[in-house]
């Protein structure tokens, strides 16, 4: 489209909207599994929290993880609100997987996560985030976290629990802490 239109992106619904082609096939990734890419191989590890899916993916050529959503200086564990439900996760269950990764740290120099947010864009986090966001889902666990009660950047949305550690926030459910 951009080529086409010269650089502005309208879209004609005639000639850019098409039918969908048939639904390809997944193929699930779980903890463990090692997607060779040629070249490059990248390790699967699970790591619930931000949702009950949530994985990160280790290269051991660059020695970089990718972390995806499981991670990052602003981190929404929304899956704490939905108890009862095959996508909850707990703040000890989120802690637990946010703890391998960090035990991890010999297998990798470098993490990157899915959003941009307090760097120069590419760049990697700050090697504070994942000991910052273990502290605070620690403090939480222990009871000991200084919580704010802060507006959601989503209209509508109730007000957010929040931790701050250094530069990393997380948000939760106080009814979502505890597995049981």
Known sequence: I??????????????????????????????????????????????????????????????????????????????TRMRGTPNFVSIEKALFYLKRLYDMRDQYDQYYNGHYDFRALGEPLGADALPDAI???????????????KPSAFPGAPKQHIVTIGRTSISFDPAGIREE
């Open 2 to 79: 951009a080529e086409r239109e010269k650089g502005d992106y309208p879209y004609d619904l005639s000639v850019d909207v098409g039918e969908w082609g048939p639904e390809p096939t997944l193929y699930p990734l779980v903890d463990g599994d090692v997607i060779d890419l040629g070249n490059r191989k990248l390790t699967v590890y699970d790591c619930p929290g931000h949702t009950a899916g949530s994985i990160t993916f280790l290269d051991e050529n660059t020695r970089t993880l990718f972390l995806g959503d499981a991670c990052n200086c602003n981190l929404g564990l929304f899956c």
């Open 135 to 149: 502290t605070a889902l620690e403090q939480i666990v222990a009871g000991t976290a200084n919580i704010e009660l």
